[in-house]
C-alpha cells in the first residue's frame, strides 16, 4: 500500500474557527510532512517529523499547530486563520527523512478561509 | 539559502513534439528528484538521480544530473495529452528537506 490518505478532502472555515487536517499512511515510513500549495506555485515545506518529534518548522506562524500522535498519522491544527492561509494542504511520507528518500504525497486538503 | 531554478515557467506544444525542463540550482546537490502533478492532483514521483551525469530513461522520459551535480533537465520525446501536467524538480544537500523548483506546466495541443 503506496497510499497517502487525508481528512478532509475540502474544508471552508471562518477566521475564528478551529479546526484539524489529518493524514495518514499504513507504509510504515518514519516521517512525514505538511506542504502548503498556493495555485501555480511549488509545494512550499511547512513542518517535518521524523520518528515522531518534530524535526523543520519552516517558521510557520502558530495559528498552525502540527501534531504527530503515532508514526502512521499526522495532523495539523488550525486556529485563527486568514485568508491569505487559503490553499492546498499536502502531507507527504517518506521512509526516515533523508534527502534522498522519495516522497508519497496524499491527495490534499483544499482550504478556504473566509 | 538554497534555491533551485526551473526554466521555463510554461510550454504550450503540439502533440507530437518534445518537451524539455531545465533545472538549475545554485549549489551543489546530493540528489535531484522529479515530480508530475497533474492539474487537480498531487504530486507523484517520477525519478531520482544522485550521480554526477546521470541519465535514466523511462519510456518516452529522459532525465539528466550534470557533471557538477547543479543542474538537471526532463526531456520528454514525442508528447501525449497524458502528458500534460505541471513538472516540478526537488533538489536535495543532505538535510531532512528537498527544495522544489517553479516548476513548469506543460500544456498539449491535441
Known amino acids: 500500500d503506496t497510499e497517502v490518505t487525508q481528512t478532509p478532502k475540502h474544508l471552508v472555515m471562518g477566521m475564528t474557527n478551529k479546526k484539524s487536517l489529518k493524514c495518514e499512511q499504513h507504509?510504515?515510513?518514519?516521517?512525514m510532512y505538511w506542504y502548503k500549495q498556493k495555485a501555480k506555485k511549488p509545494p512550499e515545506l511547512m513542518f517535518v517529523?521524523?520518528?515522531?518529534?518534530?524535526?523543520i518548522n519552516e517558521s510557520v506562524p502558530s495559528r498552525f499547530s502540527p501534531e504527530c500522535p503515532n508514526s502512521s498519522l499526522l495532523n495539523l491544527h488550525l486556529h485563527a486563520l486568514q485568508p491569505e492561509d487559503s490553499a492546498l494542504y499536502l502531507c507527504?511520507?517518506?521512509?526516515?527523512?533523508?534527502?534522498?528518500?522519495?516522497?508519497?504525497f496524499g491527495p490534499g486538503t483544499r482550504l478556504t478561509v473566509l | 539559502g538554497q534555491q533551485v531554478m526551473q526554466i521555463p515557467q510554461y510550454q504550450h506544444v503540439q502533440e507530437g513534439e518534445d518537451f524539455t525542463t531545465y533545472c538549475n540550482s545554485s549549489t551543489t546537490l546530493s540528489n535531484i528528484q522529479w515530480y508530475k502533478q497533474r492539474p487537480g492532483g498531487h504530486p507523484v514521483f517520477l525519478i531520482q538521480?544522485?550521480?554526477?551525469?546521470e541519465v535514466k530513461k523511462q519510456k518516452r522520459l529522459t532525465f539528466q544530473f550534470g557533471e557538477a551535480k547543479k543542474n538537471s533537465s526532463l526531456h520528454i520525446t514525442a508528447t501525449q495529452t497524458t502528458d500534460v501536467g505541471t513538472y516540478f524538480c526537488?533538489?536535495?544537500?543532505?538535510?531532512?528537506?528537498?527544495?522544489f523548483g517553479q516548476g513548469t506546466r506543460l500544456t498539449i495541443n491535441p
Open positions: 517529523y521524523s520518528y515522531e518529534k518534530l524535526s
Open positions: 526537488a533538489g536535495g544537500r543532505g538535510a531532512q528537506k528537498l527544495v
Open positions: 538521480l544522485v550521480k554526477s551525469g
Open positions: 507527504a511520507s517518506s521512509h526516515d527523512g533523508s534527502s534522498t528518500d522519495t516522497q508519497y
Open positions: 507504509m510504515g515510513h518514519r516521517a
